[in-house]
């Protein structure tokens, strides 16, 4: 396998590229290090793979990068390349997602009509549900996303099915729900409350906490990818999801058992965009990818703060 990850630097993209790495393909990774979060928290993610005779870096924009060149006998495309968060993509930054989600996609899947790729792996999101969704939500749900990051997700989702119906690009697409785990983005909310709660400080909580979310261990998300990339069905979208549907306050009781620590909660009015409630039904990715969630949200959630605890982010060192 020779393989092009998109987003390399991120908190899956990087994860993801080692998984790759090791299994023995050949990995060209490319980031562009926009600044939604320090640069520095995303060079520390490339740390396994920089030196690797296996793994190469370019640092370009997708709609900047010769494409031509880093697809030459790629046979799988990972595209987790995306500008991150819900709050964030009001107002005149929507302009940063369109550019970043929308249009570098529809510029990645161009330059791949006529290759003989074996998959394009595309990395969306439940964001693209919305709260109309019944919950479990399936595939086969009509997607009316509530932020306009998940309209963004979508629209390239949309982008890959029509590049597969008219290009024959073989584009599967992924929907997370709520990954979490080491190397987890330092807005996210597992990140900030560990650090929080091992701070002593307070948790502000937006909502009042009833809200539900369905977490996948950052492993299972990664086992999840590289399934959908052997044998996910062209023009399908799968769910990947961590198995369970856990409040908001329910998470915060799990902290503060993996900490050791009381937290003090501030409750705040909800903010747009953020869904009510998610919970993913996988049973055609368990069919299709035999996808089984395997870490649990405890051991998942005590993982994390073990990596905390050793980096900067916890220790300020």
């Known amino acids: 396998m020779k393989a092009l990850v998109t987003g390399v630097a991120g908190f899956i993209g990087s994860q993801l590229a080692e998984a790759l790495v090791e299994g023995g393909a050949a990995v060209t990774g490319i980031d562009c290090f926009t600044d939604y979060y320090p640069r520095t928290v995303k060079e520390r993610n490339l740390e396994g793979l920089r030196g690797h005779a296996r793994f190469g870096f370019v640092e370009s924009s997708i709609q900047q990068a010769d494409l031509g060149r880093l697809l030459e006998g790629v046979t799988h495309v990972f595209h987790l390349a995306a500008q991150a968060g819900v709050r ?6 929507f302009q940063v997602y ?3 989600n929308i249009e570098a996609t529809q510029v990645l899947l161009e330059a791949t009509v006529g290759r003989p790729l074996h ?12 709260d109309a969704a019944a919950i479990p939500m399936t595939e086969r749900t009509l997607p009316q996303p509530v932020s306009p990051y998940g309209v963004t997700k979508l629209a390239a989702e949309q982008l890959c099915h029509l590049y597969h119906v008219n290009h024959g690009v073989p584009a599967v697409s992924v929907r997370y729900f709520t990954v979490y785990g080491p190397r987890q983005r330092p807005d996210m909310a597992f990140h900030r409350f560990l650090k929080a709660a091992a701070a002593g400080q307070p948790i502000r ?3 009042d906490g009833e809200q539900t979310r369905d977490f996948t261990f950052v492993a299972d998300a990664v086992a999840a990818t590289l399934a959908a990339g052997d044998r996910g069905r062209p023009g399908r979208v799968y769910n990947i999801g961590g198995g369970s549907r856990v ?9 503060e058992a993996c900490t050791g620590r009381r937290i003090e909660v501030r409750y705040e009015a909800p ?5 009510r409630d998610t919970f993913a039904d ?7 990818l035999d996808f089984r969630p395997r870490v649990s949200l405890e051991d998942g959630l005590t993982a994390e703060y073990r990596w905390l605890s050793t980096t900067t982010a916890l220790t300020g060192q």
């Open 88 to 93: 964030k993509s009001w107002g005149r930054d």
């Open 98 to 100: 369109t550019v970043n």
């Open 119 to 130: 998959r394009f792996v595309y990395a969306s999101s439940s964001s693209v549900y919305g």
């Open 205 to 207: 909580i937006y909502g």
């Open 247 to 255: 409040s908001v306050n329910q998470v915060l009781r799990l902290v």
């Open 271 to 275: 903010q747009k965009g953020d869904m």
């Open 282 to 288: 996988t049973s055609l990715a368990r069919a299709d």
